[in-house]
C-alpha cells in the first residue's frame, strides 16, 4: 500500500526569490564564520598544546637536575673516600657515619665490596648478611667503572619503589674496590612526591614511564613499576612516547577520556615524563568562543536575511498583484481590466501588454462562439455522426450524436481523441482509412459494430482539412448507419446460399414438409432416387409408400410436436435400396411465434458406417481371442486412466475376471498403495515417455518378476491419447542371468572367485576403509616352481596343484576376508578389520603352515610352497592399482630372498626416504 504524500504549496515568484536571497545572505554568513572559527580555534589548540609542552619541558628539566646533583653529589663523596684510602670496613663505616647529611638527598647510601654485599652503610652497618651481587646496576657499575641510575625497583626490605644511583671507588692502581649505592625513594616528597600536586586543569595529571614501559611514578600508586600496557591498558599516545616520540598530540585512554598528551624524555636517564590534559578541559575556552560565535553570526544573518527579505517582498509587490489579476482573469468569463493604476516600470508596461492582450481575444472567442452556434444548430439536425479532428486526432468539434456515442458534452471537446470517442472495435476498422486521410485522400469505409447484441453496420466519409500549401491540419468524419440495408441484402444472399448448399453440396437426403404432409423443398438428391420426379406439393405418403409411411409416422408425429427427432431404419423397398442402412434426422420448423410450421428431414446413407462396426465387431473377437492367449498382462488406459481393455491373462494369472475391471479408473483395480507406488512413472507415460520397469509379483502360481512397459498410445497429430501397459513374466531369464553372473565372477577350476569379482571387492573395501579410517591387508601370493610343476608332470598334475592350494588358501582365512585365484598360479587375499601388520603377519604364516603338509595327487604326491607379498593401505589411499603394485614387489622380494616366505612392503611415506625394503620374514620349518 502506497503511504500519502504530504504536497507543499507551490511557492510564488516572489516568495522564491525572497527565500533564495535569505538563503544566499545565510550562506555567507556561515561560510565566512565557519572559516574564521576554524583559524582562531585551531591557532588557540596550538598555543595550549605548546603551553603544556613547554610546561612539561620545565618540569623534565627539574628532574634531570635533581639526578645531576645527586650524582655530583655521589661522585664527590666517592673521591673523598680514595682520598683517605679507607680499606677497613670499621673506619669504612665511622667515615660514612659523619656525613648525616647526605641522608637528606638518598634514603640510603650503602658501600658494597666486589662481592656484592653491603660492607658499611650510612644507617649503620647491616644488621644481617645482605648481598646485591644479582642487582643489574651492580654488575653494570664494575663492570663499566662508572656511575649508573638503576631501573626502578622495590626495596627488599620495606617494599618502597626505589632507583639506585652508583658510583664507583677506585685505589691507587685504579681498579674497582667499593661500589657506592644511593637509594632514591621514588615517593619522596623532595625528589617525584611534588609532581602528584601538579595538575593539568581539574583532573589532568602527569605520569613516568621508563623506556621498557615501567611506570615509574603514576597518580594511580597500584601501577608504580607495573607495565604501562597491563589490564588492557594499552595507550596509543604511550606506545608513541616510548617509541621515541617527543611533543604533543590527541589520544584516548584506556578509559575511554580523550585528553591532549605532552612528552619529554629525561637526559640523566631512560624516562619519559608525560602529562594527560583532558580535552574537554584543555579546549573548553575555545568551544565557549565558539558557540558564542555561532550564536552571533546565526544572529546577524537573521537580521541581514529579515531585511533583504523585506525589500524583496515591497520591490516584487506590483508583479503578485499582476499574477494574482491573471488567475482571476483565466476564469471570468468576460475580461475586466486591472483598476490600480500600473507602475511606470518594466511590470507595468507587462500589466497594460496582458490587458490588451486579453481585450483582443474575448473579441475573437464571441466570433467564434457565434459561428460555431449556427454549426452546431445545422450538424445536431442531420441524421449522421459528424466531427473534426486535428493532425492528432484530438476531437475538436462533433454533433449531438457524435458526442453521444461515448456519452461525452461539448465541455470536454479538445481533450479526448477519436480512439477514446468511438467503441474499439470500429475505430481498430479506421484506423488505416485515417492514415489515408492524412495523406490529403479523402475516403470512404463500409463497416460493422455491435448494437444491442446484433451486428449493425455504418458507412463512414473522411475528407482532408487541407490549408494553403498542402498541409494537412485535421479531417471531417460524417458517419451513417446502413444496418437495415446491409441486413436486408445479407439475408437475401443467404436465403439464396442456403438453398444452394442444401442442393448441391450435403451428401444427404435433404427435403422440408410442412404441417399437412406436404413436401415443400426436396433437394437433388432425393429427386434422384424418385428418377427426377416432381414432388413439390405432393403428400409425404404418397411419395414414400403405405408400408414405408408407416414406419416413419411415430416420429413425424413427434417431430410435429415439437421435438427434433434422429432415428435409423432400412433403405426403401419400394426403391431398391432395402439392404441399405439410412440415419434421419427430423427437425421442427417453427415460425416467429414458436408455432411449428412443419419440419425439416435430413437422411444420410451409413450403409458403410454399420457395416465397419460390424467389420469392427468381429475384428475385435479376434483380437480378443489372440490378446487372451499371450503370455503376458495387456492393459489399455484412457486419459482419464479408467481400464478400457484387459486381457484373459488377468484371470489366469491373478484369478482377476477382466469384465470385473472393465470401465474402472486403475486405482479402483489395482489398489491406493500399488497405485501411488505407480503414480509417477503413470505421470511420465502419460506426458509421452516409454518408461520400463521391473516389479515382483504374487501370482496364482507363486511370485514371479514381471518386466512391465508404459507405451505412450497417440493420435495422428503425435498427441498422447492413452496408455498401452505391458507385463511379460521374466522369472526364467532373470534366473538364468543371475546363474551366467555366478559363473562370470567364479573362477572355474578352483571354486574361488576369479579376478574380476575380487577386484569390485576390493574396490568396496577400499571405501569402507575410508569411511571408517581402518585399514585394509592385502596379500599376493604364487606357488613356487609351479612352472616346473606342469612341464614336469603335465597340465593335469598342475590343476590338481591348484585346486588343493586354492581349497587350503580359504581354509586359511576368515569368512569376512575374500581369496581369490587372481592368475594362473597368482592368487590374492584381502583382509579387513585387522589391527595391523602384526595380525596380518600371522595371517600370512597361517597360509605358510597350511601349504606345508604335502600335496596328494592322483599319481603321486608333491611338496608345494608359496611366497607372500603384503601391503597395509594407508589413510586417505584409494588406488588399487598402486596397492597391488606394492604387493608384487614384496611378493618379488620374498622369492628374491629364497622362497617359501612372506614378506612386508614398507610404507610409501618411508619408501620416499629410503628405497630400501624393511622385511619381517618367516622362513618355514
Given at each position: 500500500m502506497r503511504l500519502p504524500v504530504l504536497r507543499l504549496p507551490r511557492l510564488g515568484l516572489r516568495a522564491r526569490l525572497s527565500v533564495g536571497m535569505v538563503a544566499i545572505v545565510l550562506l555567507i554568513a556561515l561560510g565566512v564564520t565557519t572559516a574564521a572559527l576554524h583559524f582562531v580555534k585551531r591557532n588557540m589548540q596550538a598555543a595550549i598544546a605548546n603551553e603544556e609542552f613547554e610546561r612539561i619541558s620545565a618540569i623534565a628539566e627539574a628532574v634531570d637536575q635533581k639526578f645531576l646533583s645527586r650524582r655530583t653529589l655521589l661522585r664527590t663523596f666517592g673521591d673523598s673516600v680514595e682520598a683517605h684510602h679507607l680499606s677497613d670496613t670499621a673506619l669504612l663505616q665511622a667515615f660514612v657515619k659523619q656525613h648525616k647529611s647526605l641522608k637528606e638527598a638518598f634514603a640510603n647510601i650503602a658501600f658494597v665490596d666486589l662481592n656484592g654485599d653491603i660492607v658499611a652503610g650510612i644507617n649503620g652497618p647491616p644488621q644481617a648478611s645482605i648481598n646485591i651481587k644479582d642487582r643489574e646496576y651492580f654488575r653494570q657499575t664494575v663492570a663499566t667503572k662508572a656511575g649508573v641510575i638503576s631501573q626502578p625497583y622495590r626495596n627488599r626490605l620495606n617494599g618502597q619503589a626505589q632507583v639506585a644511583m652508583t658510583e664507583p671507588v677506585f685505589d691507587t692502581r685504579g681498579e674497582v674496590v667499593y661500589v657506592i649505592s644511593g637509594a632514591v625513594n621514588l615517593g619522596e616528597q623532595n625528589f617525584l612526591g611534588e609532581l602528584a600536586n601538579v595538575k593539568f586543569g581539574q583532573t589532568g595529571y602527569m605520569f613516568i614511564t621508563n623506556t621498557?614501559?615501567?611506570?615509574?611514578?603514576?597518580?594511580?600508586?597500584?601501577?608504580?613499576?607495573?607495565?604501562?600496557?597491563?589490564?588492557?591498558?594499552?595507550?596509543?599516545?604511550?606506545?608513541?612516547?616510548?617509541?621515541?616520540?617527543?611533543?604533543?598530540?590527541?589520544?584516548?585512554?584506556?578509559?575511554?577520556?580523550?585528553?591532549?598528551?605532552?612528552?619529554?624524555?629525561?637526559?640523566?636517564?631512560?624516562?619519559?615524563?608525560?602529562?594527560?590534559?583532558?580535552?574537554?578541559?584543555?579546549?573548553?575556552?575555545?568551544?565557549?568562543?565558539?558557540?558564542?560565535?555561532?550564536?552571533?553570526?546565526?544572529?546577524?544573518?537573521?537580521?541581514?536575511?529579515?531585511?533583504?527579505?523585506?525589500?524583496?517582498?515591497?520591490?516584487?509587490?506590483?508583479?503578485?498583484?499582476?499574477h494574482e489579476h491573471m488567475k482571476v482573469s483565466r476564469t471570468a468569463s468576460n475580461y475586466v481590466p486591472m483598476k490600480e493604476l500600473p507602475p511606470g516600470d518594466e511590470i507595468g508596461d507587462l500589466s497594460r501588454t496582458f490587458d490588451a492582450l486579453m481585450l483582443e481575444r474575448q473579441t475573437s472567442q464571441e466570433r467564434l462562439q457565434s459561428s460555431e452556434r449556427f454549426l452546431r444548430d445545422v450538424t445536431d439536425n442531420l441524421p449522421a455522426v459528424v466531427g473534426y479532428f486535428d493532425r492528432d486526432q484530438r476531437c475538436l468539434f462533433g454533433n449531438k450524436a457524435g458526442l453521444a456515442v461515448r456519452g461525452r458534452t461539448q465541455a470536454e471537446l479538445g481533450t479526448f481523441t477519436m480512439k477514446e470517442s468511438l467503441p474499439d472495435a470500429v475505430y481498430r476498422q479506421l484506423v488505416p482509412e485515417v492514415a489515408k486521410v492524412l495523406t490529403g485522400t479523402a475516403t470512404r469505409y463500409v463497416g460493422t459494430y455491435e448494437r444491442n447484441g446484433r451486428e449493425a453496420f455504418f458507412e463512414c466519409h473522411l475528407v482532408p482539412d487541407i490549408r494553403q500549401g498542402g498541409e494537412v491540419v485535421g479531417y471531417y468524419v460524417m458517419t451513417f448507419d446502413i444496418t437495415r440495408q446491409k441486413v436486408a441484402e445479407r439475408e437475401r444472399a443467404a436465403g439464396e446460399a442456403r438453398i444452394r448448399t442444401i442442393t448441391d453440396n450435403l451428401p444427404a437426403l435433404v427435403s422440408h414438409v410442412d404441417a399437412?404432409?406436404?413436401?415443400?423443398?426436396?433437394?437433388?438428391?432425393?429427386?434422384?432416387?424418385?428418377?427426377?420426379?416432381?414432388?413439390?406439393?405432393?403428400?409425404?405418403a404418397d411419395v414414400r409408400g403405405i408400408e414405408d409411411f408407416k414406419i416413419v409416422e411415430p416420429y413425424v408425429r413427434r417431430v410435429?410436436?415439437?421435438?427434433?427427432?434422429?432415428?435409423?431404419?432400412?433403405?426403401?423397398?419400394?426403391?431398391?435400396?432395402?439392404?441399405?442402412?439410412?440415419?434421419?434426422?427430423?427437425?421442427?420448423?417453427?415460425?416467429?411465434?414458436?408455432?411449428?410450421?412443419?419440419?425439416?428431414?435430413?437422411?444420410?446413407?451409413?450403409?458403410?458406417?454399420?457395416?465397419?462396426?460390424?467389420?469392427?465387431?468381429?475384428?475385435e473377437q479376434r483380437l480378443r481371442g489372440l490378446t487372451d492367449n499371450v503370455p503376458a498382462l495387456l492393459t489399455e488406459l484412457d486419459l482419464d486412466e479408467r481400464v478400457v481393455f484387459c486381457n484373459g491373462r488377468y484371470q489366469s494369472w491373478l484369478g482377476i475376471p477382466p469384465a470385473s475391471i472393465m470401465n474402472r479408473p486403475i486405482r479402483e483395480a489395482v489398489g491406493d498403495a500399488h497405485y501411488e507406488m505407480r503414480k509417477p512413472l503413470l505421470a511420465r507415460a502419460f506426458a509421452g515417455e516409454e518408461v520400463s520397469f521391473e516389479q515382483t509379483a504374487k501370482l496364482l502360481v507363486g511370485e514371479r518378476t514381471l518386466q512391465t512397459t508404459y507405451l505412450p498410445q497417440r493420435n495422428a497429430e503425435g498427441e498422447v491419447v492413452g496408455l498401452y501397459i505391458l507385463a511379460n513374466d521374466v522369472s526364467d531369464l532373470k534366473q538364468k542371468q543371475m546363474q551366467l553372473d555366478t559363473l562370470a565372477r567364479e573362477d572355474a577350476l578352483t571354486g574361488l572367485p576369479n579376478r574380476r569379482s575380487f577386484e569390485e571387492h576390493v574396490r568396496e573395501a577400499m571405501a569402507r576403509s575410508r569411511r571408517s579410517g581402518i585399514p585394509i591387508c592385502l596379500m599376493f601370493l604364487?606357488?613356487?616352481?609351479?612352472?616346473?610343476?606342469?612341464?614336469?608332470?603335465?597340465?593335469?598334475?598342475?590343476?590338481?596343484?591348484?585346486?588343493?592350494?586354492?581349497?587350503?588358501?580359504?581354509?586359511?582365512?576368515?569368512?569376512?576376508?575374500?581369496?581369490?585365484?587372481?592368475?594362473?598360479?597368482?592368487?590374492v587375499i584381502l583382509l579387513e578389520g585387522i589391527a595391523g601388520a602384526d595380525e596380518a603377519q600371522l595371517v600370512a604364516a597361517k597360509v605358510l603352515a597350511a601349504m606345508r603338509p604335502a600335496f596328494v595327487l592322483s599319481s603321486r604326491t608333491l611338496q608345494v610352497t608359496t611366497s607372500i607379498g603384503i601391503v597395509l593401505s594407508e589413510e586417505g589411499e584409494d588406488d588399487f592399482a598402486s596397492l597391488l603394485a606394492c604387493a608384487d614387489s614384496a611378493l618379488y622380494a620374498a622369492k628374491k630372498d629364497g622362497r617359501n616366505r612372506f614378506t612386508m612392503a614398507a610404507s610409501r611415506s618411508e619408501t620416499q626416504r629410503d628405497s630400501s625394503w624393511s622385511r619381517q620374514e618367516s622362513l618355514a620349518r
Open positions: 621498557d614501559g615501567i611506570v615509574v611514578d603514576h597518580p594511580d600508586k597500584s601501577r608504580i613499576l607495573q607495565r604501562a600496557d597491563a589490564a588492557d591498558g594499552r595507550n596509543p599516545a604511550t606506545e608513541r612516547a616510548l617509541a621515541g616520540f617527543e611533543g604533543t598530540m590527541e589520544a584516548t585512554d584506556r578509559t575511554g577520556l580523550r585528553g591532549l598528551y605532552a612528552f619529554k624524555r629525561l637526559g640523566q636517564t631512560n624516562w619519559v615524563l608525560g602529562c594527560i590534559y583532558p580535552r574537554d578541559e584543555a579546549f573548553a575556552q575555545v568551544e565557549d568562543i565558539e558557540r558564542y560565535t555561532w550564536a552571533g553570526a546565526l544572529l546577524l544573518a537573521v537580521l541581514v536575511g529579515g531585511l533583504a527579505f523585506a525589500v524583496m517582498r515591497s520591490q516584487l509587490a506590483p508583479l503578485s498583484r499582476l399437412s404432409l406436404h413436401y415443400t423443398f426436396v433437394n437433388a438428391h432425393v429427386r434422384a432416387l424418385h428418377d427426377n420426379a416432381e414432388l413439390v406439393g405432393r403428400l409425404m410435429l410436436a415439437g421435438e427434433a427427432v434422429t432415428f435409423e431404419k432400412t433403405g426403401y423397398s419400394t426403391r431398391g435400396v432395402s439392404q441399405n442402412w439410412f440415419q434421419s434426422h427430423y427437425i421442427p420448423d417453427r415460425d416467429a411465434a414458436g408455432v411449428v410450421q412443419g419440419f425439416y428431414a435430413m437422411t444420410f446413407d451409413v450403409t458403410e458406417r454399420k457395416r465397419a462396426e460390424i467389420r469392427s465387431a468381429e475384428s604364487d606357488i613356487d616352481y609351479f612352472k616346473s610343476i606342469n612341464d614336469s608332470l603335465g597340465h593335469a598334475a598342475g590343476d590338481g596343484v591348484l585346486k588343493e592350494f586354492g581349497r587350503r588358501l580359504k581354509e586359511s582365512v576368515r569368512e569376512t576376508d575374500m581369496a581369490a585365484r587372481y592368475a594362473g598360479d597368482e592368487f
